[in-house]
């Protein structure tokens, strides 16, 4: 088959992980008989300093002309000024709105051979298996008024949290379809004690929920939920919750997997792409923002974006073999005790590598498949 695959590096570490995902890319390529047409394009800051936009217009044609997109990082120091006109995120945040990405997926599994890099018990996180989906396109990051003004009494701004009845029901429906392929077990999240957005979200998770009466349902407020993650993480299988929630719940998440440059994310759409066995169009990035203080130093965990581009193969080009290949070569990576910084420990006996290393140990067991079976190591 052959493929187009928008490449938007970004910023600090983007480019880094992006390059180490390419690889990968290439070598599935190259083992499964499959074409990819890469293109690269600017986004974020370095769009801002070039063009001065985030979101260039010949970014966004290149992402819609795309089957799908592989994301680095926005953002950095040098763009933080809080009176800038425009801040790398705005490129993100145009571009999901702009290619409709409406449902965010985020992964969170506790790696047996990872425990120890969590600050939270091993009896608490072993056996972890939870997806978030987020509501991606509506809430506080989208919705206006949105601004800033000044008064003779000071400074003022406003943001506005609003949601649709739609928005809330296609994200939930995107939910109860991924617990239906998993543990059958839904919990809702919101604030419906405070929010008016919160209390429409909850009316219609409740109708939504009578329309799936195979799937367990919970509701749940985010203060509780960002408690419980941490309390008993174990008991969750699908959350679904609105935008600023899920930004918020997934980072706090991350510490379950041990680093946040562990967890990768699809942003998915209703957009169909024109390959026999393919899914919806998605644009697939690492959690992880752009890691400033480490840029350019090769030391940026690279197994975030390089299972990313796994969930690409999956969720949006049906290969199902090729997204196999990725996982378990992660997965015998780690249990063979290769480490970047961030996941390192002296006290395991761990191989330290850096963001170039840890990717040719996953090349090589793509291509040779027979040293996936590794022991543990000591």
């Known amino acids: 088959m052959n493929y187009k695959i928008a490449v938007l590096p970004g910023d600090g570490i983007g480019p880094e992980v992006t390059d180490q995902a390419v690889r990968v890319l290439k070598t599935i390529g190259e083992k499964f008989g499959h074409t990819f047409e890469l293109e690269t394009a600017l986004v974020g800051g370095i769009a801002i300093d070039e063009t001065g936009s985030a979101l260039p217009e010949i970014t966004l044609q290149v992402a819609r002309e795309a089957d799908s997109i592989l994301f680095g990082a926005v953002g950095g120091p040098k763009w933080d ?14 571009l999901r709105k702009s290619l409709k990405l409406f449902a965010n997926l985020r992964p969170v599994t506790a790696h047996k051979d990872l425990i120890g890099a969590s600050p939270i018990r091993q009896n608490l996180i072993s056996g972890v298996d939870l997806m978030v989906v987020r509501e991606l396109t509506g809430g506080l990051y989208f919705a206006n008024p949105k601004k800033r ?46 929010l008016e957005s919160s209390r429409l979200w909850r009316e219609v998770a409740e109708e939504v929920a009578l329309e799936n009466p195979d799937i367990q349902t919970e509701h749940i407020l985010v203060d509780a939920c960002a408690m419980h993650l941490i309390q008993r993480p174990k008991d ?41 066995g393919a899914n919806l169009f998605g644009l697939y990035e690492p959690i992880h923002g752009s890691a400033p203080d480490i840029a350019g130093k090769n030391l940026a965990n690279p197994l975030a974006a390089i299972s990313s581009l796994g969930m690409m193969f999956k969720m949006s080009l049906g290969l199902e073999q ?15 005790g290769y480490r970047t910084m961030d996941i390192y420990s002296k006290e395991n006996r761990n191989k330290k590598v850096d963001t170039v290393g840890m990717t040719d140990q996953i090349i090589d067991r793509i291509e040779n498949p027979h040293k996936n079976k590794v022991p543990k190591p000591l």
């Open 236 to 276: 969750f299988d699908v959350i679904v919750t609105e935008n600023m929630f899920g930004d918020i719940l997934t980072d706090e998440a991350s510490v379950l997997a041990g680093s946040m440059g562990m967890l990768p994310s699809a942003s998915l759409g209703t957009r169909k792409i024109a390959k026999e």
């Open 81 to 94: 000024d809080p009176a800038a006109k425009t801040r790398p995120e705005a490129g993100l945040l145009a």
């Open 149 to 194: 003004w000044t008064t003779k009494r000071g400074r003022r701004a406003v943001d506005s949290l609003k949601y649709t009845e739609q928005e809330i029901r296609r994200v939930l429906e995107v939910g109860y379809n991924l617990a239906r392929s998993r543990r059958k077990k839904l919990t809702s999240v919101d604030k419906a004690n405070v």
């Open 322 to 336: 090729e997204s196999e290949a990725i996982e378990n070569a992660v997965d015998s990576t780690i249990s063979a």
